[in-house]
């Protein structure tokens, strides 16, 4: 089995975004395999830094520990992991973040969130069962966060935001601003429609125009990062990915011809098309 037979179990297609390959497919978790993929060819590191834009956090925990353990001991293939994606995660690809961190394919992730996540479900940090350590940090999209008092903007708490800038390379400087480091090729930059919808009782409603408009062309007069807005940053973050990948989850989007609507409007608004 290869990534071509994801077209089948996952809708999967390829498209490139300037130099980045963007993967389109339907199920959150089966990003797993794409990750494997990308990183079995030397397109991403292994493991990788996750960006990810989501109306969920997608990092409970596993489980299925006991066959990720025997998975990663015994050495990871890609049969191995469609299977996993197929068989034990969990069908509502709430668990596949901490599943790839404890895979060794994910290091630190940061999740920009299209709604209210309650943080005390997430470890900020946490060891997986080999030692090593990895950080979640939750974050309001970035158009909110280089506001006023935002986890992007706020030079008076840097120490404790220092973590949440370092994996983004996200830096600042007292006599220019903040700047993404220069670094290129570094990132997995991922996005789930779900991100982009306003759910209302049983009702789900693509964006409207003007919700794009606000979250992500507003562009901040805060001092610290005047000049910047959600576009920018996120024009930062696509240059500094190897690889981009997108779940339409038509689920939790409205359906199948919801979710379609996102994506063109996720392809004009956030990516000129």
Request: charged residues 25%; aromatic residues 10%.
């Amino acid at each position: 089995m290869d990534l071509g037979d994801l077209k089948d179990v996952d809708e999967l297609r390829e498209i490139q975004l300037g130099k980045c390959k963007c993967f389109v497919h339907k199920e959150h978790r089966w990003v797993l395999s794409i990750i494997y993929h990308a990183q079995g060819r030397g397109l991403l590191p292994r493991p990788c830094t996750l960006v990810m834009f989501d109306a969920h956090h997608d990092s409970k925990r596993p489980a299925c520990m006991e066959r990720i353990r025997r998975i990663r001991a015994a050495g990871i293939t890609f049969d191995e992991l469609v299977s996993l994606c197929k068989d034990s995660l969990s069908p509502l690809d709430d668990d596949w973040v901490m599943a790839g961190m404890e895979l060794g394919l994910i290091s630190d992730a940061v999740i920009f969130a299209g709604a209210d996540l309650p943080a005390m479900e997430v470890p900020r940090r946490f060891t997986d069962h080999v030692g090593d350590v990895h950080r979640i940090e939750l974050a309001a999209l970035p158009g909110r966060e280089l506001q006023y008092q935002g986890r992007l903007s706020d030079v008076a708490r840097k120490k404790c935001l220092s973590e949440l800038w370092s994996i983004l390379g996200w830096r600042h400087a007292p006599a220019d601003g903040f700047a993404f480091a220069q670094k290129t090729g570094q990132i997995l930059l991922d996005f789930d429609l779900d991100c982009f919808v306003v759910h209302w009782k049983e009702y789900y409603f693509p964006w409207p125009d003007e919700v794009f408009c606000n979250e992500f062309y507003r562009v901040s007069d805060y001092s610290s990062t005047k000049g910047w807005s959600g576009k920018r940053f996120l024009d930062g973050l696509v240059h500094r990915a190897a690889v981009v990948t997108v779940a339409m989850e038509p689920n939790h989007c409205g359906g199948e011809d919801k979710a379609q609507i996102i994506l063109g409007k996720v392809g004009r608004f956030l990516f000129s098309d």
